[in-house]
């Protein structure tokens, strides 16, 4: 499975931001998809994920802000930020978790909020 993540920038805070993460590949074999993040002296940590019959978690930090979703064919999976904060300027990776047990990561992209 490869998967390409877009859609990061500069925001001021109490902005929005939408990532979307297009998989290919062995996409019939994807059963979760998630988001994490990191921050610069930080470890990785999980932001959102979401099952492909629609059960989500949040990260207690994100939760009533961020919206993880997957488009109708289960191959993209998008990150509604709203409400941002500068405590969520990070590198957002995409992942993908398969029937196979086999987790699969995108290239980051960054998020910047600013103050």
């Known amino acids: 499975v490869q998967l390409q993540a877009s859609g990061g920038g500069l925001v001021q805070a109490g902005g929005s931001l939408r990532l979307s993460c297009a998989a290919s590949?062995?996409?019939?074999?994807?059963?979760?998809m998630h988001w994490y993040r990191q921050a610069p002296g930080k470890e990785r940590e999980l932001v959102a994920s979401?099952?492909?019959?629609?059960?989500?978690n949040y990260a207690d930090s994100v939760k009533g802000r961020f919206i993880i979703s997957t488009g109708n064919t289960k191959d993209t999976v998008y990150l509604q930020m709203n409400g941002l904060k500068p405590e969520d300027t990070a590198v957002y990776y995409c992942?993908?978790?398969?029937?196979?047990?086999?987790?699969?990561w995108g290239k980051g992209t960054q998020v910047t909020v600013s103050s």
């Open positions: 992942g993908v978790f398969t029937r196979l047990r086999e987790t699969y």
């Open positions: 590949g062995s996409i019939f074999s994807i059963t979760a």
């Open positions: 979401t099952t492909t019959d629609g059960r989500a």
